[in-house]
C-alpha cells in the first residue's frame, strides 16, 4: 500500500497570502496525485489531477506541481472562501486508492 | 450538471447491518464507475471499495473485504454499500464518488451519509 504523508498538519496564512501545502508518497506514483479541498461539513471537491491539472472551474490561484513522491499545492493569494483542509490522493497503484491525512489551512 | 444523491443518516446498535445508497443523474450511469470512501470523525479520508457499473465487477480495500458489498441497480442509477456487523468503529460519515473513467481520481461527490453505531 502507498502510503502518502502530508505537511504540515497546520497552515495558519492571512488572507491574500500564499499557502504552500506538501505531499510525499512512500514509493513512485508518477503523476497520478489528486489535490481535493473539503470546507466543513461538506464533501471534498476536486481542485488537481494529474499533479498540475486544475479541475473545471478551479480558480487559477490553486496550482500543484511535483512527481514520483514529493508534490505541491500553491495556493497564491488566500481568499476567505479558501480557509479549508486539503487532501491530495494518489491513484498510480490500486487497491487501495489512498489519501494523505490532510492540512487545514486555518487563518491566521 | 453530474449529481449524486446519498440516503440519509442512519443509526445502528452494533452488530447490525446498514445499506446506503447514492442515485445518479446527470449522465449516463453505466459510464462511470462507483467508488465509496469513509471519513471517520476527526480521520483522513479512506478509500473503501469501487464498483464498475456496467459489469458489476468490484474492488475492495483489504481493510473492509469481507464487512462491506458494493452493489448497483443499473436501472436505478443507483449503487449501494452494506455494511455489516456494525462496530462503533464503524461510525463515520461515507460517501460515493464517481472516477473520470480513465484515471481514478474522484470527480463528483455524493453529499455523505452520516451512519452512527451506538448502543
Known amino acids: 500500500e502507498i502510503v502518502m504523508t502530508q505537511s504540515p498538519a497546520t497552515l495558519s496564512v492571512s488572507p491574500g497570502e500564499r499557502a504552500t501545502l506538501s505531499c510525499r508518497a512512500s514509493?513512485?506514483?508518477?503523476?497520478?496525485l489528486a489535490w481535493y479541498q473539503q470546507r466543513p461539513g461538506q464533501a471534498p471537491r476536486l481542485l488537481i489531477y494529474?499533479?498540475?491539472t486544475r479541475a473545471t472551474g478551479i480558480p487559477a490561484r490553486f496550482s500543484g506541481s511535483g512527481s514520483g513522491t514529493e508534490f505541491t499545492l500553491t495556493i497564491s493569494s488566500l481568499q476567505s472562501e479558501d480557509f479549508a483542509v486539503y487532501y491530495c490522493q494518489q491513484y498510480n497503484d490500486w487497491p487501495p486508492l489512498t489519501f494523505g491525512g490532510g492540512t487545514k489551512v486555518e487563518i491566521k | 450538471q453530474v449529481q449524486l444523491v446519498q440516503s440519509g443518516t442512519e443509526v445502528k446498535k452494533p452488530g447490525a447491518s446498514v445499506k446506503v445508497s447514492c442515485k445518479a443523474s446527470g449522465y449516463s450511469f453505466t459510464n462511470c464507475a462507483i467508488h465509496w470512501v469513509r471519513q471517520a470523525p476527526g480521520q483522513r479520508l479512506e478509500w473503501m471499495g469501487w464498483?464498475?457499473?456496467?459489469?458489476?465487477?468490484?474492488k475492495y480495500s483489504q481493510k473492509f473485504q469481507g464487512g462491506v458489498t458494493i452493489t448497483r441497480d443499473t436501472s436505478a442509477s443507483t449503487a449501494y454499500i452494506e455494511l455489516s456487523s456494525l462496530t462503533s468503529e464503524d461510525t463515520a460519515v461515507y460517501y460515493c464518488?464517481?472516477?473520470?473513467?480513465?484515471?481514478?481520481?474522484?470527480?463528483?461527490w455524493g453529499q455523505g451519509t452520516l451512519v452512527t453505531v451506538s448502543s
Open positions: 494529474g499533479a498540475s
Open positions: 464518488a464517481t472516477d473520470s473513467g480513465n484515471e481514478v481520481y474522484f470527480d463528483y
Open positions: 514509493q513512485s506514483v508518477s503523476s497520478n
Open positions: 464498483i464498475n457499473t456496467v459489469s458489476g465487477d468490484t
